[in-house]
């Protein structure tokens, strides 16, 4: 097969673009030759639509670093050939971040050319459809609760808020705390999500403004800690409710870029600002972290986070719906024979 479909964005004069970036979302069949650099072949036969993707497919953000290029960081599914002694014709495996879908061509086609040390073997207790409702949301909470007990971070505590929480990262990570024993606070916009969200294990579910974050420096201490997904103003606040030593992963900015707080957190209670960086974390850090997730981290139902199962096709609508805050859970892409149209511009 020298040829395979891939949804892939084009740049294009700005003046007919109506997105942030000039550009233009095909389905396309391209060359195996022209795919990206890396020493292992992948037939794709699952990715997934996670936020930075939704911004990248609609040019949102300036998330691709070159045009034209094929989006999705994440991917899983079958070694075709490998040019590294690591990997095997047949080896399932899967990629998440580490440039994938961003300075090179992603999962959103039938084969993905990858360099070998972005591969991670998939561990026993996965499969390929598993990783990806895990993909890059499910590998994020977990690394977010891996640094926050790293840091000290114990169930008894007290009760750890996740924000942003029936998002991809957000409903993942309140299920993983949950089963690691912690007393989970799930906040949302989304006043329907929240049997969802108690279902995952869940305690309270509160919208932000049931918060009740003030605006002192420092106010009284409630949480252990949190998962922050959103940014902007309701990370500052809060860090200003956060318990002596406890501990914020910092994952999103869904709410804004910047931060506007005081230091009396950190220097008063020992607050912790964890940062969280999924798609450069170091490779030993990788597979440990994967390793976890196949096993005494597992979230219990899988299957139950998937809100659809989109082709490639149908990516672009998603993305939009995504940004538009009309999407729950996790959205995973089947890169098995679907109803597509005739190749072509969206």
Known sequence: MKQIRALRVNSIEPKKSKASQAQQVSLENIDIEHLGRGEVLIRTEFSSLNYKDALAVTGRAPILKKLP???GIDVSGEVVE???AEYS????????GCG????????YAEIVRVPATSVVPIPQGLDTRLAMILGTAGFTAAL???RMEQNGQRPEQGPVVVTGASGGVGSLATGLLAQRGYEVIAVSGKADMS?????????KVLSPGELHLGSRPLERARYAGAIDNVGGELLAGLSRHVDLWGNIACVGLA????????????????????????NNTP?????????????????KNLEGLVSQTLSLEQIPEAAERMLQRQSTGRSLVALQPLPLKAPGPF
């Open 255 to 278: 709410g804004g870029s910047e931060l506007h707080c005081s230091v009396m957190p950190m220097i008063l209670r020992g607050v912790s600002f964890l940062g969280i960086s999924s």
């Open 195 to 203: 049997n969802f969200l108690m279902e995952l294990g869940a305690t």
């Open 69 to 71: 290029l094929v989006p």
């Open 100 to 107: 994938l879908g961003e300075d090179q061509d992603g999962g």
């Open 283 to 299: 490779r030993p850090l990788r597979l440990k972290i994967w390793e976890l997730l196949a096993s005494e981290w597992k979230p």
């Open 89 to 96: 014709p047949g080896q399932k495996v899967l990629v998440t």
């Open 144 to 146: 977010s609760l891996y």
């Open 82 to 84: 490998s040019q590294s």
